[in-house]
């Protein structure tokens, strides 16, 4: 069979698994993991980064970009059918990302991470001087719509949404990373200069791993903004890239559905430890991350996928000669 | 026209004030198998790096199938016909041989498309043909970073032709590799090379290989073409006697 159909035969049938859980568990759970959902996708653009060999500290801004374009839509068009408002959220994180990329994509290691961080830095501080879109508040997010139909008020809709879009994100980049182009990204981490020298370009390379993650991460926000109902500064706030880069590397780059495993149980962990030992919660999450660089050092996910032996360590660069 | 595949110009480089390269002119045939000697410093790795774009030249110009490529990058390079290996094998160091190849045969391909898988019957088949060209299929499944260094001189150069370039130049293939090795290993860099009419320019500190290998040479020295003929003509040549191979008397 067509490995790219098997791949999302496989993510139709996980989305329908998934589904059908929402079905029987509590409503608080059903937003926990939808928000899951929205962190893992941020999570999953920086899983494609990483295996080009980038880190970047600054995915809040493609995530708020998202939420904001497309909870400034739904606000002031009155547009609040979930299919335009995650379609408009994603291309909104792609183009930002576009747009920055020139910047950013030909920066490595710790330049790439700081220049991204800075930007979702500068993106923050500017959110928060324009009062006509609520300044460092934010602004609210009408409650979704679906082909004309409201979202039920326990949450099922938008999360069986959130499953759907999930299935396809993790589907999609499968079939990228496995992909000849997804082969190129995995070598321009191991050595550029072969890279060029057979003759392609890792400028573009990181171009469009960037470029998707941005995507991702305007998907996340797009489904995190309208299941809060509400938007602020604060998705581009430093502390907020952090956590998705918590999550993509907890989940590590092997698997592209352990992001959404990491983030829902980060999620748990955050909610469980707030309600019964407040401020303690990061220390749990510390002792998580420990456990997981010692036991499991290349991810949650090298549980399940394996090909990550090929990809297992950054190599030393030599100098030509 | 010369019907010169690749044609060196007046080519020019210094370093502060030491000249790594002073007016450099040369011209080279199609199938040509060309050796460059000179001893430590003078300036052969400075000529392959130009030609290659991996330095740019302060004057002088490179013409490949009488296209200008002085400045272009690498890559753009590289697509015009024009390969290299490297000195110290540039490899993806975690990377199987199988997947260096693929990478380069992607890439030397339509550049990779998300379309299509990387790892397919097809793909892996026409990869592991490459390696069996090279005697590596044994190798295939380790990571290059654990495999002898002779092993990984020639998957740098296998990936370097997958491209099938028109002119193909090596830094020093031999070096790092044993005696008994030398020899087979530029026997099967030829081999893979037969019929595809590439021009092979080689750096060579070994006379063994160079007169076997080589059917015209260039003497290096201090950033000067001192010799430019055939094997013979060159090594009895008094100048690169006293200055290059040090067997003047
Ligand atoms: N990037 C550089 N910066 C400064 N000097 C350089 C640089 N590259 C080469 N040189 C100098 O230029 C001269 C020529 O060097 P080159 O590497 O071309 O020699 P070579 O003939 O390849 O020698 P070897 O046989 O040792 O490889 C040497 O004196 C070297 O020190
Ligand atoms: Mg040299």
């Not at chain 1, 019964?276 to 749990?284: A, D, G, T, V």
Request: charged share 15%; proline share 4%; glycine share 12%.
């Amino acid at each position: 069979m067509n490995p790219i159909l098997r791949t999302f035969g496989l993510a139709a049938l996980g989305a329908l698994v998934f589904i059908a859980i929402g079905l029987v568990v509590p409503a608080w759970f059903l937003f926990t993991m939808t928000k899951a959902v929205g962190f893992g996708l941020v999570a999953l653009g920086l899983v494609g980064l990483l295996r080009g060999g980038l880190l970047s500290f600054g995915q809040g801004l493609y995530y708020c970009g998202g939420a904001y374009v497309s909870g400034l839509m739904a606000n002031w068009a009155g547009v609040t059918d979930m299919i335009v408002l995650l379609s408009v959220g994603c291309i909104a994180g792609g183009l930002i990302a576009a747009l920055v990329s020139p910047l950013v994509a030909r920066y490595r290691g710790i330049f790439f991470a700081m220049l991204t961080m800075a930007l979702s830095m500068v993106a923050y501080g500017v959110l928060t001087k324009i009062a006509a879109i609520g300044g460092s508040d934010g602004f609210n997010v009408p409650k979704p719509t679906l082909l004309g139909y409201h979202l039920a008020e326990t949450g099922f809709g938008l999360y069986a949404i959130a499953v759907v879009i999930a299935a396809l994100a993790a589907a999609v980049c499968r079939v990228h990373f496995d992909s000849g182009l997804g082969l190129i990204a995995s070598a321009a981490r191991e050595n550029e200069l072969r890279i060029e020298y057979l003759g392609a370009s890792v400028f573009s390379v990181s171009t469009r791993s960037f470029i998707l993650a941005g995507g991702l991460a305007g998907l996340g926000g797009t489904l995190n903004g309208v299941a809060l109902g509400h938007v602020d500064p604060f998705f581009s706030y430093w502390t907020t890239s952090g956590e998705m880069v918590f999550i993509a590397i907890l989940g590590g780059y092997a698997s592209v559905t352990a992001v959404f495993g990491t983030a829902l149980v980060t999620e748990l962990v955050r909610s469980f430890s707030g309600q019964y030992f407040p401020e303690s919660w990061q220390m749990l999450l510390g002792i998580f991350l420990l456990l997981v660089i010692v036991f499991l050092p290349r991810g949650v996910g090298s549980m399940w996928a394996k090909p990550a032996k090929n990809h297992a360590i950054r190599s030393i660069k030599e100098p030509a000669t | 026209m010369s019907g010169a595949v690749l044609e060196v110009k007046g080519l020019m480089k210094s370093f502060g004030a030491l000249v790594a390269a002073n007016n450099l002119n040369v011209e080279v045939m199609p199938a040509a198998r060309l050796s460059l000697i000179g001893s430590n410093g003078a300036g052969k790795t400075t000529f392959v790096n130009m030609v290659t774009g991996y330095l740019k030249p302060d004057a002088g110009q490179v013409k490949l199938d009488g296209k200008d490529i002085t400045r272009l990058p690498p890559r753009l390079i590289t697509r015009a016909g024009l390969g290299r290996s490297f000195q110290i094998p540039q490899l993806c160091e975690a990377m199987t041989p199988v997947d260096n190849i693929l990478v380069a045969l992607e890439i030397a391909g339509d550049g990779g498309s998300v379309f299509r898988p990387a790892r397919t019957k097809g793909s892996l088949d026409r990869a592991v043909e490459m390696l069996e060209r090279f005697g590596l299929e044994r190798y295939a499944g380790r990571p290059v970073n654990e495999l002898p260094g002779g092993v990984r001189k020639l998957i740098d150069i296998a990936m370097s032709l997958a491209s099938r370039p028109r002119v193909f130049l090596l830094d020093e293939p031999t070096s790092g590799v044993s005696t008994e090795e030398k020899f087979p290993l530029m026997d099967k860099v030829m081999a893979a090379l037969e019929g595809e009419r590439s021009a092979v320019i080689f750096v060579e500190h070994d006379m063994e290989i160079v007169t076997r290998y080589a059917d015209r040479v260039l003497a290096f020295y201090s950033g000067e073409i001192i010799a430019d003929d055939a094997p013979d003509e060159v090594l009895n040549d008094p100048a690169v006697q006293k200055y290059v191979t040090g067997t003047a008397r």
